[in-house]
C-alpha cells in the first residue's frame, strides 16, 4: 500500500513538471518587418527602359493579416503596418523602371501624374513554410490596373523563394519573403509597362 501511494505520488509530482515545462517550449515569435530589401544579384535593372509612373492603390485581401507562416516552433508574424509593407515593396518597381506613387491616404503621398496608368495592388497571399533544411516563402498578388490608353491588365502573379534554413532567424524569414516578393515584381514589370505612354519619337 505504501508503495503504492509513492508511485501515485512519483506519478503525480512528474505529471506536475511536464504541465510546469510545456509553456518553456511554446512556439517562439518572429514579426517581418515593413521594409523590403532585394538581393542585386539577382534582382533585374531597367536599362533605357523609357520613364514609366503608376499611381497604386494597395490592399491587403488575406484572410488573415497577421500569420505569415509556421516554421517548427516558429510563428512568422506579418508587420503591423501592412500599408506601410506593400509601398516598400512596390518601391522595388523603381529599379525595373517602374516608378511607384500612391494614393493619397498614404503618409508618403505624392500628387498622382495625370495621364498615368492607375493600379490596384492586391496582396492575396504571403506564407512561409519549411521543407526539410530549407525556407519557401510563396506570394500572390492580383492586380487590376487601367492605362491612358484604357488598355486594361487583370493578372494573377505569384512569387516563390526556397532558401537553406540554418537557424529559423528573423533575418533569414525576412529575407526569404523579400526575395519571393522580388520574383512577382520581375514578373508584373512587362506588363505595367505596356500601360504607360509610348516614349516620344526623337
Known sequence: MTLLRHVRGTAVTVAACLFIAVPA???QVVVLSPTF????????????APACTVN??????RRDHDMAG??????VHSPTDSQAWMRAILGGLARRGVTPQFDSAAPDATAPSAGAPAATFSLQMAWISPSGDTLSANVVVAVDATGADGHTLHQTYRG???KMNWASGASEMQSVMDQAFSDVLTKMTPDLQTLCPAAPAS
Open 56 to 61: 497604386f492603390t494597395a490592399s491587403d485581401d
Open 25 to 27: 517550449m511554446a512556439n
Open 70 to 75: 509556421v516554421v517548427g516552433r516558429v510563428a
Open 37 to 48: 530589401t532585394e538581393d542585386s544579384i539577382d534582382t533585374p535593372t531597367a536599362k533605357g
Open 160 to 162: 516563390r523563394k526556397t
